[in-house]
């Protein structure tokens, strides 16, 4: 969720209040090399960690702030977020909006996205 003004996520976050975000639990900080903040996490199984408030689907991310559908909300985790946060895109190889994101966006009252012309080499 890049700070960016053009980064529809900066007034969004409704993936982060709605999804599981679940993880290999070696991205958690506590000693196993990982970057994820595991003060931050619950553990699922014995292999696999998600952001606390997501655990059972519809829950918000403790580390989102701010209020859905506003601008500046944020992940106060972003440069340690885990691999299914940076995986996550807005929009797909041939510039139409994932429509994951459409839908959640719907949920929040937030209007679609775009397609984006795709740029190439």
């Known amino acids: 969720m890049s700070d960016h003004i053009d980064n529809p996520c900066v007034s969004c976050g409704a993936c982060c209040a709605y999804y599981r975000v679940s993880f290999y639990c070696g991205e958690l900080s506590d000693g196993s090399g990982g970057w994820v903040p595991a003060e931050l996490a619950s553990k699922v199984n014995d292999v696999m960690a998600c952001m606390k408030g997501t655990e059972r689907g519809g829950g918000r991310c403790l580390a ?7 601008p ?50």
Do not use: H, K
């Open 72 to 121: 500046g909300i944020r992940c106060s985790i972003y440069a340690n977020r885990p691999s299914t946060c940076r995986e996550f895109v807005t929009w797909l190889a041939d510039g139409s909006p994932n429509p994951d994101c459409l839908d959640m966006r719907a949920r929040i009252g937030l209007p679609a996205l775009q397609r984006r012309e795709c740029q190439t080499d």
């Open 64 to 70: 989102l702030q701010g209020q859905l559908g506003q």
